[in-house]
C-alpha cells in the first residue's frame, strides 16, 4: 500500500505541534507517531512531505524517527528538512531524497503531486490532478478542489492511504481551474 503524510515533526518540542494533535507533551506524541509508523510493512511505500523533524535536536530527532521505518520511504524536501538531506547517507537503503518541494506521481492511472506547500496551480490541476501538502498544518486555505493537507492531526493522526486519498477526492469540488475534456 503506499501512503503520504508531511510535518511529523518528531521530537519538535512545541506547543503548536503536539498540543493541536491532542497531546500535553512531545513524548507522548512521539511514542504514538513512532507506534502507528512502525506498523507500515517492508512492502509499503510511505511519501513524507517535509519536515521530518524541526528544532532542537532535529537531525538527531529525524534519523532516530527514519530509522525505525521499515518501508520504502521517499522525502520531498521540506523548509525544515536541510539538515537531513546534508546527512542522507547516515540512513537506510530503504529512505530516499527527493531535492525538491515538489514531485509529480501517477498511481493507478492518477497524476498526484506532491508539494511541501500548498499551491494554486500545480501539473494537469485543470484536468483535476490530486495536490497533496503539507506546510500549513491543516490551517485553511483560501482555494477548494483535489487537493489535501496530509499532515497528521488530532482527528487523523496516521498517514493517508491512497484509497483513503481517492475516497476523500470524490466527494471534493472540481479544481478551480478544471477544463472538462469534453467540452474541447
Not at 159 to 182: A, F, G, H, L, V
Amino acid at each position: 500500500m503506499t501512503y503520504f503524510t508531511a510535518d511529523i515533526h518528531y521530537g519538535h518540542d512545541r506547543e503548536f505541534i503536539y498540543k493541536q494533535r491532542g497531546f500535553s507533551n512531545i513524548e507522548d506524541h512521539d511514542a504514538l507517531t513512532k507506534y502507528v509508523f512502525s506498523n507500515l510493512q517492508k512492502e509499503d511505500t510511505l511519501y513524507i512531505l517535509g519536515d521530518v523533524s524541526c528544532g532542537k535536536n532535529s537531525l538527531d530527532n529525524a534519523l532516530e524517527f527514519l530509522s525505525f521505518l521499515k518501508c520504502k520511504t521517499i522525502i520531498v524536501k521540506g523548509n525544515h528538512d536541510e539538515q537531513l538531506f546534508q546527512n542522507r547517507k547516515k540512513l537506510a537503503f530503504n529512505i530516499h531524497f527527493i531535492d525538491s518541494v515538489y514531485l509529480d506521481i501517477k498511481i493507478n492511472g492518477q497524476p498526484i503531486t506532491l508539494c511541501h506547500y500548498p499551491m494554486i496551480s500545480w501539473n494537469k490541476s485543470h484536468w483535476n490532478s490530486f495536490l497533496l501538502y503539507g506546510h500549513v498544518h491543516n490551517k485553511p486555505i483560501p482555494i477548494t478542489g483535489k487537493m489535501l493537507d496530509v499532515a497528521p492531526t488530532k482527528e487523523h493522526f496516521k498517514p493517508y492511504s491512497i484509497d483513503e486519498i481517492m475516497t476523500i477526492m470524490e466527494s471534493k469540488p472540481n479544481n478551480w481551474d478544471y477544463i472538462d475534456k469534453r467540452t474541447q
